[in-house]
């Protein structure tokens, strides 16, 4: 049986493991900052998530897969963005050649895309993320059983895209992470504050980051000073974060209500991934007892 969010935001070890895998995240982005930059607002997130599932349904029927006008479809079925907003996407994604023109399609009125193999990748590397934090949480051999099926991504991504579309936590964010979700890299952010976080003790209510400069986000992940300190002003009068000194000039601080909203939102989607896995192969999950050696 999948893990519930509610199972994994209380699960004991979920702040190191999410510590970890915004860790991980962040050198994500640092391996391919363009895809980061083009993928960067939750809005962005949930588009290629669309564009994703269309092209793995695609190879499984064999019939229809990624296009403008399917795309263009399924974006308005789903209320996740305007069609101007949906078509400038995929332009930049051709733009930036992280999707291309499928050649020689027997369908010429079907103008037909996929993603190009670095954005494959990129989407490998972050299930195999998720898939690990899960089994790190509760040991069942996912990452060991996704590797070892070259199939299983094309088969779980839609279900996983379905889990995030119909989700009002991921749909409609609340509170001081609602500020972010809008902001391009604004998901960099919050994992930047979240990986470099004390974890000391987290019934504190206030968490020391290791974050001391605004200055070096803003350079870093290629922001608005101006844009970026807006945001964090919102957050720190709703008394989400703030500084132990000058502001934007001394070590950052966030508060317990601000990481418990990130951790639940890591939770519903640790959730959807893992009821994606399930329903494509939890007969060959390995039971807990027999990793641990507990019987």
Known sequence: MALSAEAIFRHPALHPNIRRQSQALIQGYEANPRAGAVFA?????????IGFALHFRGMQDQLSGLSTARFLEAVLEHRVASRNTADAFLKELLKYNLIRRVPDTTDKRVRALEPVAATMESLWGWAMLHLATLDALQPKGRLEIFL???????RMQPLIADGLLASPVVREPQKTFSLFTWLNNGGVVMDWLIAGMELGDMDAGRIQTGVFSVADMTVYLKLSRSHLMRKLREAEAMGSLGWEGKPGHSRMWVSKDFYDEYAMAQ????AIIDAAFEACCGAKAVEPSRLTGRE
Do not use: F, I, N
């Open 267 to 270: 939770a519903v989607k640790l």
């Open 148 to 154: 070892g099926d070259p199939t299983l991504l094309q």
């Open 41 to 49: 607002t939750q809005q962005r997130w949930l588009l290629g998530h």
